[in-house]
Nanobody
């Protein structure tokens, strides 16, 4: 079992920024592909972005390109989601997830083995 601990959510005005963190203490973090997903009220959970094991490559959904940046620090067992130019439609619970095999599509929920508890992000207009 891998515990993922998220932090950094909160309330921000439109146009503002937040940085989410997801830590996996005591785990071989560099072995996992890491992803971020979000779920708005009444909506299905959706892919936000992912980062490869080494951090050399990142992927993100079209709606956040140019605004959100994913990065990781394997020495700190932590992955980050820097969110800039936030919009009210970014309001959701954000989840980080760990993919052990990294063989499936990074955009698919079913590719991930472990999930964080979620952190609320609310963007006011």
């Amino acid at each position: 079992q891998v515990e993922l601990v998220e932090s950094g959510g909160g309330l921000v005005q439109a146009g503002g920024s937040l940085r989410l963190s997801c830590a996996a203490p005591g785990r071989p973090f560099s072995r996992y592909r890491m992803g971020w997903f979000r779920q708005a009220p009444g909506q299905e959970r959706e892919f936000v972005g992912a980062v490869t094991r080494t951090g050399n490559s990142t992927y993100s959904t079209v709606s956040v390109k140019g605004r959100f940046t994913i990065s990781r620090d394997n020495a700190k067992n932590t992955v980050y989601l820097q969110m800039n130019s936030l919009k009210p439609e970014d309001t959701a619970v954000y989840y980080c997830a760990a993919d052990v095999s990294a063989t499936g599509r990074s955009t698919m929920i079913s590719s991930y083995d472990y999930w964080g508890q979620g952190t609320q992000v609310t963007v006011s207009s």
